[in-house]
């Protein structure tokens, strides 16, 4: 399969990855609800619909997928560590979050 038919790549912590147009769907789906308390209770995510007050506004932010991925893993403030996801949720968490907000790019 060609990068174009792909989707858009991303690059991130020396990594690119082809998102898939299923690959947003799973990660904002997590983002909305798979994880909890949902990712969407405390963040800002324009993409997603979400207007918490509790963590950082991540469309200000525009972490790259790396820095999701460890927020994700080893929590960070008062954000706890989501040991429950898979390495697979995880990863399209990261993407997603990522992706909609540039900062892969």
Known sequence: MSAAAAGPLFLAGGLAWAVEPGD?????????KATTPACAVCH???????AG?????????KP???????AVRNGIG??????ALSD??????AK??????????
Do not use: C, H, K, W
């Open 24 to 32: 947003a769907e799973a990660g904002r789906a997590l983002f909305l």
């Open 44 to 50: 800002t995510l324009a993409d997603a619909g979400a």
């Open 53 to 61: 007050t509790i963590g950082p506004n991540l469309d200000e932010l």
């Open 64 to 70: 790259d997928a790396n820095r999701v991925t460890q």
């Open 78 to 83: 008062v954000m706890p560590a989501f040991d």
């Open 88 to 93: 697979a949720d995880v990863q399209a968490l």
């Open 96 to 105: 997603y979050v990522s992706g909609v907000t540039g900062g892969a790019q």
